[in-house]
């Protein structure tokens, strides 16, 4: 079983550059290759922000980040960053971390490919 910790939300203003954190622990070598990023907004659904295999060798973002938000692995000590920049008030919402097995470019967003979920962390941006 994987456990997932998220850290670094907060309330912040546009334009803002927060780092957000998120380190696995259990039994993680066996169950996870991959960690990203999804975000939910009041109201809305669960959207993929980003995703990376931990080696590093392939990330993916959403079209709507793109260019300013980067996505970081730790291999060794099984955590991912994400350096939010240039945010927007639209980019407020309750990031969640996860863990999958596997990650494709067809289907990184997919929720349903993650198998451990963090509690998540709040980010509020203010215009």
Known sequence: QVQLSESG????????SPTLSC???GHTHASHNCMGWFRQAPG???????????DGSRTYYADSVKGRFTISPDNAQRT???QLTSL????TAMYYCAAAWACYSA???SRGQYKAWGQGTQVTVAA
């Open 44 to 54: 809305m659904e669960r959207e993929g922000v980003a995703t990376t295999y931990l």
């Open 80 to 82: 991912i960053e994400l």
């Open 107 to 109: 289907s990184w967003y």
């Open 23 to 25: 380190a696995a622990s």
């Open 9 to 16: 939300g907060g309330s912040v203003q546009a334009g803002g």
């Open 88 to 91: 927007k008030p639209y980019d």
